[in-house]
């Protein structure tokens, strides 16, 4: 993969960024010595005993701090530089200002989450997930459970608050903050993509690279902002970019659902459930229900769609329809659509063939582009040179629009 991604000219940057056991020191140091012969682009780590390993005995090995080592103000970014990160990941509550603060004072790469889920605890450093399950989110667990349901109060204390998603974070969305971001300094913008369809993380990337590549273009803003529409994430938010206490960074009310709302179930008749839409809808949509008693949710691809005796290919906004849906539906649940069924036709034809990594296969790149490529030990090797530099970037170069499949940081 990483031979294929750099005949391509993409960068790769894999996540080693769980705390390690005393018992995974050995095979840690096998998978840095792996990761320095396949040459990938950087690491990305929190334990600071692999950074001494890295550093110590695989030099090659180009280090990024991970936003788990919770970097938020110009010391804590000194001292990752100091020792020998050339990359920060900046903690996701950091401020605009706070980032052109840091940039001033500090000699190193910063790079920050611009699009994607937000973690309750600061700077992802959450212990729900392993309290509650033993699945432990700082070793990349975590069973998101604050995106359930809660109560606040105790037997025999009143019933307290009403219950709601007390918890549940909405989306950073960061589009229209670029030139704010090229401004403050940063190098890379980073899109998480932890659990999310191929799908999602192509309208995601796309959307941003088309805002990057076409600055202070009114039209281009619009299909990037259409791309998100359609990429169909969670009710979207600023962060902490303008505020270090929004307003807008939870709904409790709302459950936190990935997808287009598309209403409550009216009526369950055997497996068969009526309901007025808010969204269209398909045959062959990608559906998800949420049970909201329990808090559980299923995913299912849409069968049948009904009006009476009917059977429909869609239905308009608006429309009263019947459904067909997997067991244990009930009235008052939840329904959203999290992916439409002519785009998941279209990925599986896109989809990478087997034969896509062979080593000795032929490069086809565009004109415009030019490699350099030689044999080593390990096979392949490229260099590349080519368009694509931007010197409004404090690097010289347009910050890289890091693919969400390559790096899971999500919390």
Not at 317 to 323: E, F, T, Y
């Amino acid at each position: 993969m990483i031979d294929h991604a750099h005949k391509n000219r993409v960068k790769v940057y894999l996540a080693m960024n769980s705390l390690m056991k005393a018992e995974e020191i050995t095979k840690a140091v096998e998978e840095l010595a792996a990761l320095e012969a396949l040459k990938a682009d950087a690491l990305i780590i929190q334990d600071l005993g692999i950074s001494y390993l890295a550093r110590k005995f695989f030099p090659g090995l180009r280090l990024h701090a991970s936003t788990l080592m919770g970097a938020h103000n110009s010391l804590n970014v000194r001292q990752f530089s100091e020792m020998g990160f050339q990359r920060v990941v900046l903690a996701r509550e950091t401020t605009l200002n706070e980032i052109g603060q840091i940039h001033k004072q500090c000699p190193v790469e910063l790079e920050v989450f611009v699009h994607g889920a937000l973690c309750f605890a600061y700077s992802g450093l959450c212990l729900f997930s392993s309290y509650l399950g033993g699945k432990s989110g700082l070793r990349g667990r975590c069973v998101q459970p604050c995106r359930r349901r809660y109560t606040w109060g105790s037997k025999g204390r009143g019933s307290g608050a009403p219950a709601g998603y007390l918890f549940s974070m909405n989306d950073l969305a960061g589009l229209e903050l670029i030139p704010q971001l090229r401004q403050a300094g940063v190098s890379s913008l980073k899109i998480e993509g932890r659990m999310r369809s191929p799908q999602y993380v192509g309208s995601v990337v796309k959307a941003y690279r088309l805002a990057l590549d076409n600055p202070a273009t009114p039209a281009v803003l619009a299909e990037a902002k259409e791309l998100l529409e359609q990429a169909m994430g969670r009710k979207a938010s600023l962060g902490y970019f303008k505020k270090a206490q929004p307003a807008d960074i939870i709904a409790p009310q709302h459950s936190g659902n990935v997808g287009l709302f598309l209403g409550k179930i009216e009526k369950v008749t055997a497996n068969r459930a009526q309901m007025t839409l808010k969204e269209p809808l398909k045959v062959g949509d990608r559906l998800r229900i949420h049970q909201e008693g329990s808090g559980e949710r299923q995913g299912f691809t849409l069968k049948g769609l009904w009006q009476g005796k009917v059977a429909l290919d869609k239905a308009a906004a608006g429309s009263k329809v019947q459904l067909d849906l997997p067991p244990g539906a009930q009235w008052g649940d939840s329904l959203y659509k999290v992916d439409l069924g002519e785009r998941r036709q279209q990925g599986a034809k896109k989809a990478i063939q087997p034969g896509l990594f062979s080593p000795d296969r032929p490069f086809s790149g565009k004109a415009s582009q030019q490699a350099d490529c030689g044999q080593d030990q390990g096979g392949a090797a490229c260099s590349w040179s080519g368009p694509g530099s931007d010197p409004g970037w404090p690097s010289g170069r347009a910050p890289d629009a890091v693919s969400p499949g390559m790096v899971a940081e999500d919390r």
